[in-house]
């Protein structure tokens, strides 16, 4: 038997404790609440995005909006990677075709800096989609866990090894990490060990380290890691 959690009646959000209901209560102005015995589920809608986390927020939204196609956290991420490798291959491919017709009449420098230029923007692209895939990982391992206190312990364990690697790159101690050292912390939970890899974190060959190459370290990408972190831990003094 599912273990009693609070549910909204008026969208079906599952909150697994009273200050959870609250603050669901405080951002939607949803009132309604009572004690459930539904699983968690993990569906995002694939027409607008919207999560749900019970079979009863899955359906209200259905019938409310009439979207049927829903998908898994991990496969919205990979579906929206696919995508954007897509839409940069498509890119590449015209530049090089506007190129290869144009060649004689173009200024050289000209096609240096129109390169340049769509480098820097699928670079500024690649890095708010990675920005949006971390948020969805703290938003997962928000849903994921009971207490605040072990959220705030998992969120603060992450701005320390982001943190560290991002003002010492050098120093290997911090960019290799023995998981058993760091999975309590995270309270056992995936999307903490998902936010590392998109970080560029690996898992070593034996699965005993989480490893990150000097050469992979993006300090805009940890730049942005950071702020994510910051965002999810100020949500939670609101």
Known sequence: MEEEKLQCGECG???????????H???????????????????????????????MALELHRKRSG??????TEAKLRREKAE????????????????????????????????ASGASRLSRQRLLHKQSQMRSC????????????????????????VKNVAEQPAEEKFRKIRISKIE????????????LKLCKFEIEEGGEFLFLPHFEVEEELLKAANDELKRALSSMEE
Do not use: P
Not at 67 to 72: A, L
């Open 184 to 195: 309590e912390r995270l309270c056992f939970v995936e999307a903490g060990f998902k936010f």
């Open 13 to 23: 959000f599952l909150s697994d404790t009273v200050c959870k209901a609250e603050e």
């Open 138 to 161: 703290l938003d997962v391992m928000k849903q994921s866990l009971k207490f605040v206190d072990q959220e705030q312990a998992a969120l603060n364990t992450l701005v320390t090894i």
């Open 84 to 115: 954007e490798d897509r839409r940069i291959e498509e890119w590449v491919a015209r530049v090089q075709e506007e190129l290869k017709n144009s060649m004689e009449k173009v200024n050289i420098s000209f096609i240096y800096a129109s390169l």
């Open 67 to 72: 979207h049927t196609e829903y998908e898994e």
């Open 25 to 55: 209560a405080e951002d939607y102005c949803h009132t309604n609440f009572f004690l459930s015995e539904q699983a968690v589920i993990d569906q995002h809608c694939c027409s607008c995005t919207t999560y749900c986390n019970s079979q």
